[in-house]
């Protein structure tokens, strides 16, 4: 009986939302005669005004407005001062407020994602209050002591944030969260390691649940672009490494084979060497064997060798394609997460590289026609 007057509770909470399609905000702000309240739409290009009103005498307003497509948020504004919420759906928002410090001071019933974005507002309101404090009349011990006491509270904050943000990655509040600033600076951002798993999380279930939203968009593009620099980087780093090693012209691999024996690509130095990233996995892995077969038959007594390195998801596919075959193959227990395919900039498989036998890596290898001239030449 019980779940079914809940079940009906909720069916008709549903019905009236889709009949009425509004939302409502009302509230009492003390100390606000001869003033207007402005409720505001603050949306990601611009912020609209969707209406006005002066309250009553004991400072009581009312305003309903049509349900946004998607979660979005809202603002009322005395002034240049603002109180910032999000709407859902067709919910009733209940504020109480004091004039005088009408952005802070303020409660909110009737949306949880509500009562969190003031829980981060406050809590950034007061640090920011105190990075305000930071002027010149300040000893060189005052001003590090006050130093110190904002990185602690702004740690804090972020902890709170983050505990926002798992609890419910595709609320407001997690979206709130991630663009908070001190000073026109973000305190999370996606290009920063640490941050990037909270603001990814938040990127990813907006485009889950609404892809088409400007926001989903917007936060998932700008969390893509932060990936792909960090990629960047990495791999850049790596060739750097490459390039600057004094001693080789490239990062050494010490890898086991399928009998266990450990076997490093410096070994054969002397030799021109394939480097080869691939896996008896791929769909096309019976051709490309074979074109490698006829480079090793042709070139091997000439001083040509092959360095495989697997990056088969299964070790015993792996085990058994490498019984059969002429050259060396390595594999990562990792398999295909290898920190290798970082250092040789491995994007995509099948991947070759060209060594000649001083040791340097000459070139990243396209296809089979130009490697077999390229083979001849250094050999």
């Not at 702000?29 to 505001?40: A, D, M, R, W």
């Not at 950034?124 to 001003?143: C, G, M, P, W």
């Not at 944030?161 to 997690?174: G, V």
Request: charged share 25%; with cysteine.
């Amino acid at each position: 009986m019980r779940k079914n007057i809940l079940l009906l509770s909720v069916l008709l909470f549903l019905f009236s939302c889709n009949q009425s399609n509004k939302f409502k905000v009302e509230g009492i702000v003390n100390g606000s005669e001869n003033q207007y309240i402005v409720l505001e739409q603050n949306g990601l290009l611009k912020t609209t005004v969707i209406d006005s009103v002066k309250p009553d005498s004991d400072g009581s307003f009312s305003f309903k407005a049509t349900q946004p497509e998607y979660p979005d948020f809202y603002r009322l504004r005395i002034g240049n001062k603002v109180i910032d919420f999000a709407v859902d759906s067709c919910e009733k928002i209940s504020i109480k407020a004091d004039y005088a410090n009408f952005s802070t001071g303020y409660s909110i019933e009737g949306s949880q994602t509500s009562s969190d974005i003031l829980k981060l507002r406050t809590s950034l309101s007061a640090i920011q209050a105190k990075v305000n404090s930071l002027t010149n009349e300040l000893s060189a011990d005052a001003r590090n002591a006050r130093l110190t006491d904002i990185e602690t509270d702004i740690e804090t904050h972020k902890a709170m944030a983050r505990q926002l943000i798992l609890k419910n990655p595709r609320s407001s509040a997690a979206y709130f969260a991630i663009y908070q600033k001190i000073n026109n600076s973000y305190l999370f951002s996606p290009y920063v390691k640490a941050d990037k798993p909270y603001c990814a999380a938040v990127a990813t279930a907006y485009n889950a649940f609404m892809p088409d939203y400007i926001r989903s968009k917007n936060l998932y593009a700008l969390v893509m672009d932060a990936i792909k620099t960090e990629r960047k980087a990495q791999n850049d780093a790596a060739w750097r490494e490459i390039v600057e090693n004094s001693s080789t012209g490239y990062i050494d691999i010490a890898l086991n084979d399928r009998t266990g024996a450990e076997r490093k690509l410096s070994e054969l130095e002397g030799k021109v060497i394939l480097i080869d990233f691939s896996a008896s996995e791929m769909e096309n892995n019976v051709a490309y064997t074979f074109e490698l077969r006829e480079l090793h038959n042709k070139y091997k007594s000439r001083g040509f060798e092959i360095y495989q390195v697997s990056l088969d998801r299964s070790k015993l596919i792996w085990e058994e394609a490498a019984a059969n075959l002429p050259w060396i193959s390595v594999r990562d227990e990792n398999g295909p997460n290898t920190s290798y395919i970082t250092s040789y900039n491995v994007q995509s498989i099948p991947t070759m590289f060209l060594m000649d036998k001083k040791g340097v890596i000459v070139t990243r290898v396209n296809d089979f026609k130009t490697l077999d001239t390229a083979i001849a030449k250094l050999l």
